[in-house]
């Protein structure tokens, strides 16, 4: 995004125009930044060509899905829903991995159905699960087990998947006992060891921590795993103060781990793919005095946007039409649903704005929508995509009558 005459725009598209003509709030999503991560993502490990699975939990938008497909990626699903949705997409499932803690016996029997890729178990229980369902069906079922490291990955606490206290994977001891399990079932064939420690990862080294931890555990049960899939996590720049993961780091502890065990690399990144390419755009209804700061009601809601209120994450808020009247006042950007946590951020030295105006809410193509919901029984926002000069809508806004 950048300013052109004064107008934040998006592949030469100005939001000004979008809001008028779809109304507010409105996501939308540049084509030209998608294609930009995923060919910078596969540009940065090419050298260890991995299967790169979109975690579809960031983004659920089917017509987002099937835009990543045609780049050859694959999809990492944590529901029948999603698994769905991949399939619908026309995602090819030997490259579709299933994961998350607590799949039904539906969501079990449906993959085994898809003939999918992989299903990462996490617990004895879920193991044992997928076996009795096989057994069934007469199938071999081909499986990975996720390891929990206890890797601290020195994110938001909330968003941390691989240390001890968290309900993912499994401990060292608890996996060589699933392992010894597989070997003995006949209906699961072992192929993939997985491991996942957290979201919004800045930093390279946890990944080496992690990597370390996976191939002490290789080496100890002596067992050939087909794939090693290292999940994703890979953060993004919410901030000009953010640094970026160093992508080339990363990459190099992969090709030392690469050297000691011959297996196949699975990714499965979500954010650092869409997250950069969204934009929420919302209208100002009212400004209000609060005293010590004034309050911008905006059209958007913690229903639209939920990760402020979740676990404080913070979104660079922009004006579309940029002024130079810087204002005195404090800025709380809030929306006008009934809770106190439905707020985005508080700005100082913030532009001068009015009531009507439009502002863009940034880096809301991870997490947002597919976090979204009615509360209060609000209609959930429109999604365009602009590619080149086409603006496309890819979901209509929902209607109360869809609700009611």
Do not use: W
Not at 344 to 362: H, M, P, R
Request: charged content about 25%; aromatic content about 10%.
């Amino acid at each position: 995004m950048k300013y052109k005459n004064k107008q934040l725009t998006t592949e030469n598209t100005n939001f000004q125009s979008l809001a008028k003509k779809f109304g507010t709030p409105a996501y939308c999503y540049s084509y030209s930044k998608l294609k930009e991560n995923i060919n910078n993502f596969k540009e940065n490990f090419k050298s260890f060509s991995p299967l790169i699975c979109f975690s579809v939990k960031s983004n659920t938008n089917l017509n987002i899905i099937k835009e990543i497909k045609k780049f050859g990626l694959g999809a990492d699903v944590v529901s029948k829903g999603e698994l769905m949705l991949a399939l619908k997409a026309g995602v090819n499932p030997s490259k579709i991995v299933f994961s998350g803690v607590g799949k039904t016996y539906e969501e079990i029997s449906f993959a085994i159905e898809k003939k999918i890729l992989l299903i990462n178990a996490e617990s004895k229980s879920e193991i044992q699960e997928i076996n009795k369902i096989a057994k069934q069906k007469k199938k071999i079922v081909k499986v990975g087990i996720r390891l929990n490291p206890n890797t601290d990955a020195k994110t938001l606490k909330q968003i941390s998947t691989g240390k001890s206290e968290n309900k993912f994977g499994v401990n060292s001891k608890k996996f060589y006992e699933l392992v010894k399990y597989c070997e003995n079932s006949k209906n699961i064939s072992l192929e993939c060891l997985s491991v996942h420690i957290g979201s919004q990862i800045l930093d390279h080294k946890p990944y080496e921590r992690m990597l370390k931890a996976v191939s002490n555990i290789i080496n100890k049960t002596n067992y050939k795993f087909k794939f090693v899939d290292l999940g994703g996590g890979m953060g993004i720049s919410y901030s000009d103060k953010i640094k970026k993961l160093n992508y080339k780091k990363y990459n190099s502890a992969i090709k030392n781990f690469l050297k000691k065990h011959d297996t196949k690399i699975i990714f499965e990144p979500g954010r650092s793919i869409i997250g950069n390419t969204g934009t929420l755009i919302s209208k100002i209804i009212y400004i209000k005095d609060g005293g010590a700061k004034k309050f911008i009601i905006l059209d958007a809601a913690m229903n639209d946007l939920m990760r402020p209120a979740l676990y404080g994450a913070v979104h660079k808020i922009l004006p579309v039409n940029k002024s130079n009247n810087v204002s005195k006042n404090i800025y709380e950007f809030v929306g006008p649903i009934c809770e106190s946590t439905d707020k985005f951020v508080t700005l100082k030295k913030f532009q001068k704005l009015k009531e009507k105006d439009f502002i863009a809410i940034c880096d809301v193509g991870a997490y947002g929508m597919s976090l979204s919901s009615n509360y209060n029984l609000r209609p959930k926002p429109v999604e365009l995509l602009v590619k080149g000069r086409t603006i496309k809508i890819i979901k209509n806004r929902q209607k109360h009558t869809d609700l009611i």
